[in-house]
T-cell receptor, first 113, second 112 residues
Framework: ETGVTQSPTHLIKTRGQQVTLRCSSQ?????VSWYQQALGQGPQFIFQ???????GRGNFPPRFSGLQFPNYSSELNVNALELDDSALYLC????????????FGPGTRLLVL | DAKTTQPNSMESNEEEPVHLPCNHS???????IHWYRQLPSQGPEYVIH???SNVNNRMASLAIAEDRKSSTLILHRATLRDAAVYYC?????????????FGQGTILTVHP
């Protein structure tokens, strides 16, 4: 069974640019959530997708957007990057909505200069 | 979301038991208590969860106070690989989406 994978592992961008991060869910999982983790902090919920529809959003501006594809892989897009967007971005998948266990990927480390 | 309070850090020696406390005085009757941990340079990992009764699995035990206002994650024999940040999270039963609200967590250091 393949776990959650994310790409790229590291990324450097400059302020104002746009970035796309990718996530492949664990096999059979139709729900994916994205989290942002600043250095020294716990992860913060960005949004969740269930069967290709956004199904909940945290306190993040609209320049954070996402997609989920028919194979349940997912993308996180961030436009107009700001310095404070520098963080570890984590993707987590679960078998169904509100299932007890979320399985996290290793994350993508984004640095905005 | 109901809040949890955990100590910032704890230390343990290898092969000794570790008791990680969590206070959640505003817990509601439908809140499950979840524990995740995050090893260095990795994403969080599910450890255990419970509602009212104590729970055991291959990784740990979860002891829940009778009034449910606190709980304790128990690692029976700490190993160096257990050094991580441990998060205690409340999650409402029937939540329509899978948001996990992480706090600061407890940094566990395990000494050889």
């Amino acid at each position: 069974e393949t776990g959650v994978t994310q790409s790229p592992t590291h990324l450097i961008k400059t302020r104002g640019q746009q970035v796309t991060l990718r996530c492949s869910s664990q096999s059979g999982h139709n729900t994916v959530s994205w989290y942002q983790q600043a250095l020294g902090q716990g992860p913060q919920f960005i949004f969740q997708y269930y069967r290709e529809e956004e199904n909940g959003r945290g306190n993040f501006p609209p320049r954070f957007s996402g997609l989920q594809f028919p194979n349940y892989s997912s993308e996180l897009n961030v436009n107009a990057l700001e310095l404070d967007d520098s963080a570890l971005y984590l993707c987590a998948s679960s078998l169904e909505l509100a299932k007890e266990t979320q399985y996290f990927g290793p994350g993508t480390r984004l640095l905005v200069l | 979301d109901a809040k949890t309070t955990q100590p910032n850090s704890m230390e343990s020696n290898e092969e000794e038991p570790v008791h990680l406390p969590c206070n959640h005085s505003t817990i509601s009757g439908t809140d499950y208590i979840h524990w995740y941990r995050q090893l260095p340079s990795q994403g969080p990992e599910y450890v255990i969860h419970g509602l009212t009764s104590n729970v055991n699995n291959r990784m740990a035990s979860l002891a829940i106070a009778e009034d449910r206002k606190s709980s304790t994650l128990i690692l029976h024999r700490a190993t160096l690989r257990d050094a991580a940040v441990y998060y205690c999270i409340l999650r409402s039963r029937g939540t329509s989406y899978g948001k996990l609200t992480f706090g600061q967590g407890t940094i566990l250091t395990v000494h050889p």
